[in-house]
T-cell receptor, first 110, second 111 residues
Framework: DQQVKQNSPSLSVQEGRISILNCDYT??????FLWYKKYPAEGPTFLIS?????DKNEDGRFTVFLNKSAKHLSLHIVPSQPGDSAVYFC?????????FGAGTRLTVKP | KAGVTQTPRYLIKTRGQQVTLSCSPI?????VSWYQQTPGQGLQFLFE???????NKGNFPGRFSGRQFSNSRSEMNVSTLELGDSALYLC??????????FGQGTRLTVV
């Protein structure tokens, strides 16, 4: 059962522009949503999270938006940098049981 | 502060054998979760331990088991290995809900 979906397997943006990564979920009971960045053969690196009681959380260049009625969240990276190129996973957590999306490969072109 | 440490980094085992993987969480973190990552299935939740007790469990067969010690270190055991168990096994530790920090993972190859 795919409770968390990232429908775009890849995204390419120009350096300096905004990157928007999207994620949909099905279980309205999830209490936290997280974004991770991952390089091959490494563990995911935690980027930012948001509680289900909020609709926005910002940390530097990263902002996560949560739309509970649509069961949708997005990660905005502004401005995008070539070093941001990686696979990004969204995750939804319920009582520390995290379900991950399949990931979106972001490529930021110089 | 040291991050999450997983040992070994790489492992090759034969079908039918059993394997034990180790995870040392960030100091002070009491929750440890285990995940399996494969190209076909992505990242899948195995189980979570808190204060030496399994709190949550994913949809994996009983061949996959774990435990947590009083110092919060955790081990994961897979018995009767199958070729399909080849994967990157990741451990994550957390102090608060809504955050989890991963180790580098153990790459298990079953031949």
């Amino acid at each position: 059962d795919q409770q968390v979906k990232q429908n775009s397997p890849s995204l390419s943006v120009q350096e300096g522009r905004i990157s928007i990564l999207n994620c949909d979920y099905t279980n309205s009971m999830f209490d936290y949503f997280l974004w991770y960045k991952k390089y091959p053969a490494e563990g995911p690196t935690f980027l930012i999270s948001i509680s289900s009681i909020k609709d926005k959380n910002e940390d530097g260049r990263f902002t996560v938006f949560l739309n509970k009625s649509a069961k949708h969240l997005s990660l905005h990276i502004v401005p995008s940098q070539p070093g941001d190129s990686a696979v990004y996973f969204c995750a939804a957590s319920l009582n520390n049981d995290m379900r991950f999306g399949a990931g979106t490969r972001l490529t930021v072109k110089p | 502060k040291a991050g999450v440490t997983q040992t070994p980094r790489y492992l090759i085992k034969t079908r039918g054998q059993q394997v034990t993987l180790s995870c040392s969480p960030i100091s002070g973190h009491r929750s440890v979760s285990w995940y399996q990552q494969t190209p076909g299935q992505g990242l899948q939740f195995l189980f979570e331990y808190f204060s030496e007790t399994q709190r949550n469990k994913g949809n994996f067969p009983g061949r996959f088991s774990g435990r947590q010690f009083s110092n919060s270190r955790s081990e994961m055991n897979v018995s009767t290995l199958e070729l399909g168990d080849s994967a990157l096994y990741l451990c994550a530790s957390s102090l608060y809900p809504g955050e989890a920090f991963f180790g580098q993972g153990t790459r298990l190859t079953v031949v």
